[in-house]
């Protein structure tokens, strides 16, 4: 059973930057696909971005130009950085990980606030 840890988060100002990023306990090239999620208080959960072990990446719409998702295959881990936040980027964001079944992380809190 994989676990996903995510770690980086916090408190930052509009227009600031945060990177996230998620330690896998097994390799990751044996996922067929890993992704960032995130959860705004009081709505859905919401694709951000995800790169397939082929190493095709999509973003989401409001996010393109500003976050970069990438993996480092030798630490185990997949990276989320983020520039120009805004306060709607503020959620919990979820590493996903997907191989025969899906595994979550607990999330880490991001608030973009003055």
């Known amino acids: 059973q994989a676990r996903l840890v995510e770690s980086g988060g916090g408190l930052v100002q509009p227009g600031g930057s945060l990177r996230l990023s998620c330690a896998a306990t097994?390799?990751?090239?044996?996922?067929?696909?890993m992704a960032w999620y995130r959860q705004a208080p009081g709505k859905e959960r919401e694709l951000v971005a995800r790169i397939a072990g082929g190493g095709s990446i999509d973003y989401a719409d409001s996010v393109k130009g500003r976050f970069t998702i990438s993996r480092d295959m030798a630490r185990n881990t997949m990276n989320l950085g983020m520039n120009s936040l805004k306060p709607e980027d503020t959620g919990v964001y979820y590493c996903f990980a997907h191989r025969c079944v899906g595994y979550w992380g607990q999330g880490t809190n991001v608030t973009v606030s003055l």
């Open positions: 097994e390799r990751i090239f044996s996922f067929s696909v």
